[in-house]
């Protein structure tokens, strides 16, 4: 074994990489179209399947030995993270106390390629004491497992996609294709949302886009970058320089914002002799500038200012006042973009 470890590959030639290719062609296509014969041979134990799991009044419990246990594994991942509460249960540990975790109100899918799994068949007798229903992923429809369990559905592949026809590699692609199948046909029914997807991952990116609002990100308070229209350039400069953020709001008396003024604004000044002492703010300032409600979420004043080309934002309320700012900076550093 170690000298063959130790053998150095010969180099690839480029008709070794066309085989190498060819092969790669040939698994995929082959794994792709068990996934359509299953489709096709798709029957009311599927409808009946999903039907049971939207009544469950526990949880899904998704058990399998081995490859199956690791398609399992990934199947109760699915199904947590859009709204069935779901974890995964070893058959081995389950026959050393696990099986304590179930309920009569639970419902087990368990897979099995062969459907004659030692470690599966052992938890069926008490999980059927038990109460709870099982619903079996088998490529053998006449196996013990599928003549025990609730409702059965079909795995079964013509070929596994291994030159050597032993390693499960098309049979564990279409139990994870029906898994995925019946998870999202699940949250389908229930009107699942991809806000209800975020909730359930605020960690993540999407958790970021769909959770986080322009009043969990925007600069208020003292920390607003506001003046009046009758503010000198220079005084706007100073309160553009002490809130760090570019710009700044023009308010009328009400804090209503009528125009802004930004960094690029001050180039063109500039650029246009303007005398920074005397002139007034409102001479330069952008008027009607472009606003986000503080309710919006933060990944809509993305959409905005790429849209508009702008870096940053004046936020309003239901009255339009003034009530906060922010910019592409704030954003980026939450982690919306």
Excluded: Y
Aim: charged letters at 20%; glycine letters at 8%.
């Amino acid at each position: 074994m170690s000298s063959l470890l130790n053998k150095k590959p010969a180099p690839t030639t480029r008709s070794d990489r066309q085989l190498t290719l060819s092969l790669a062609r040939d698994v995929l296509l082959l794994e792709a179209s068990e996934i359509h014969a299953l489709a096709n041979r798709l029957d009311d134990n599927f409808t009946n399947a999903v039907n049971l799991i939207l009544r469950c009044q526990g949880r899904v419990v998704v058990s399998g030995m081995g490859k199956s246990g690791h398609i399992g594994g990934k199947i109760a991942s699915t199904f947590a993270s859009t709204g069935t509460p779901a974890f995964f249960m070893h058959p081995a540990e389950a026959s050393h106390g696990d099986l304590g975790m179930i309920t009569a109100g639970d419902i087990v899918i368990a897979l099995s390629n062969s459907g004659e799994s030692d470690e599966i068949l052992a938890i069926i007798p008490p999980l059927k004491r038990l109460g709870a229903s099982i619903i079996a992923i088998t490529g053998k429809d006449n196996s013990s497992l599928a003549k025990a369990a609730d409702i059965h559905l079909s795995a079964h592949v013509s070929k596994e996609a291994c030159p050597l026809g032993l390693s499960p590699t098309s049979s564990t692609t279409v139990a994870l294709a029906l898994g995925d199948a019946l998870a999202l046909c699940v949250l389908d029914q229930r009107d699942f949302t991809a806000e209800d997807f975020a909730r359930s991952h605020p960690g993540g990116s999407l958790g970021r886009r769909l959770l986080v609002h322009v009043s969990d990100l925007m600069r208020t308070g003292d920390k607003t970058p506001q003046v009046s229209a009758n503010t000198t350039l220079s005084e706007g400069l100073l309160e553009m320089s002490r809130k760090g953020l570019g710009l700044t709001a023009i308010v009328d008396a009400n804090n209503k914002p009528i125009g802004i003024f930004t960094d690029g604004d001050l180039r063109r000044a500039f650029e246009k002799n303007v005398n920074v002492a005397t002139s007034s703010i409102a001479d330069v300032m952008h008027q009607n500038p472009f606003t986000i409600h503080q309710d919006k979420l933060a990944i809509e004043a993305v959409e905005i200012m790429e849209q508009r080309k702008i870096n940053g934002l004046l936020v309003t309320n239901d009255d339009g006042i003034l009530v906060g700012a922010l910019n592409m900076h704030d954003l980026l550093l939450a982690k919306v973009v």
